[in-house]
Every structure is written in structure tokens, then in C-alpha cells.
């Protein structure tokens, strides 16, 4: 039985070596200066190169952002792999989320994600890659559930479709909690982290028990 969710199309697009090496140079531009202040200028400083040479890689800042999406669903793909691979796929996924929550890399990509969101709603072309990454990570999930209580893939997915968007949904939370001000961001971090176990709990309770 094949558990591993199929990626969305749009997501198989590759990202070149050289493409990887901008996109992870220009992210902090857009975090210092988001993504209206960040012109093409700062964002080919940043990369160390010449505004035209910039430009034959990237003709817009939406071809940027995409390009950013495009390379974070090829990691979450490698991530999710390993997850799947694990002898318990689902303490391996309660593990790599807990480590996501309270890690460095989630307060660090809070700002750029919050400018992501936001260009998702004033233009289309990022919009098509923000929903694109969220399906993939929707699909993953729902591959780990599968793999975890040994139900079939369409029985998981019609089971626990809504906790997979619920579980993204907080996750999104965590990454953008430093943005709020007068909150206890540990506690809060905490508070989501207990109800990330608590659904992910439910969804083992639908395990179906090994045969005699």
C-alpha cells in the first residue's frame, strides 16, 4: 500500500542550486524591509549581484516568492519522507512539529511568512503558491495519519482531512506568534503545542490493532 501523498503538480517544479542559493540570500531582505520596501536593487545587494544579472533569474519579486514556496515544498517533501520512514510515523511527526514550535527557524521565518501572507491577497500569482504549499502539507499530513493508524489512504483522508487543516492551521499560529505584542510567547508556544498532542492523540485512537 502506497502511503506517501502525491505532491500537487504545481509543486514539482525544480528549484535550480543556483535559484536556492538567491532565494536563501534575499529572505532577509524582505524580513528588514518587507515585501513592498524591498526593491529589486536591495534584494540583488543582497544576493551580491548585478540588478540585470538578478533579473535572469528572477523577473519579479511574485516570481521570487514563489520560487520561495516552490523551494520550501521541495524540504517539507524531504521532510515528510523521513516522518513517513520512521518506525512510528506519528511520534515522528509530534517530534518534528515540537521542534519546529520551539525552535529558532520558526521564530525566524514568522516575519517573511506574515509578508507572504499578505501578498497572497493582492495577487493572484503568489496566492496560487501559498495555496499550493498549503495542499502539499494538508496531503503530507493525511499520508502520516494513513501510515500511523493503518488505515487505508482515502479512508485517512475522509477521516482526519479537517484535522490536517486544523494542525496547519495552528502551526501557521506558532509561526507567527512573535509578531504579537503583550503575549507570553513561551506560554503560548506551549498552549499550541498541547493542542497539537491532543489532536494528534484523537487520531490514534483510530489505529486500527495489529493482526493475531
Not at 509561526?175 to 491532543?198: F, H, N, Q, S, Y
Amino acid at each position: 500500500m502506497n502511503l506517501t501523498a502525491p505532491p500537487c503538480p504545481e509543486a514539482t517544479a525544480v528549484i535550480h542550486p543556483r535559484q536556492a542559493e538567491i532565494l536563501r540570500a534575499v529572505r532577509q531582505a524582505f524580513v528588514e524591509k518587507g515585501f513592498d520596501g524591498a526593491s529589486m536593487q536591495d534584494l540583488a545587494r543582497a544576493a551580491g549581484m548585478s540588478v540585470g544579472n538578478f533579473y535572469r533569474y528572477f523577473p519579479s519579486k511574485a516570481a521570487i516568492i514563489g520560487a520561495m514556496v516552490l523551494m520550501d515544498a521541495q524540504e517539507i517533501r524531504a521532510d515528510f519522507a523521513a516522518i513517513l520512514a520512521a518506525p512510528s510515523p506519528l511520534t515522528a511527526l509530534r517530534h518534528g512539529l515540537r521542534e519546529r514550535i520551539f525552535g529558532a527557524d520558526c521564530a525566524k521565518d514568522s516575519a517573511l511568512w506574515a509578508e507572504i501572507d499578505a501578498a497572497a491577497r493582492r495577487m493572484p500569482e503568489v496566492a496560487e503558491a501559498h495555496r499550493m504549499i498549503e495542499s502539499e502539507v494538508r496531503g503530507q499530513l493525511i499520508a502520516v495519519f494513513a501510515a500511523g493508524t493503518g488505515l487505508p489512504l482515502a479512508e485517512a483522508n475522509r477521516r482526519f482531512s479537517t484535522h490536517a487543516a486544523f494542525l496547519l492551521t495552528l502551526f501557521k499560529a506558532a509561526a507567527c506568534a512573535d509578531a504579537m505584542l503583550g503575549v507570553d510567547i513561551p506560554a503560548l508556544r506551549a498552549m499550541i503545542a498541547e493542542t497539537l498532542d491532543a489532536r494528534l492523540d484523537e487520531i490514534l485512537r483510530h489505529a486500527t490493532p495489529p493482526p493475531d
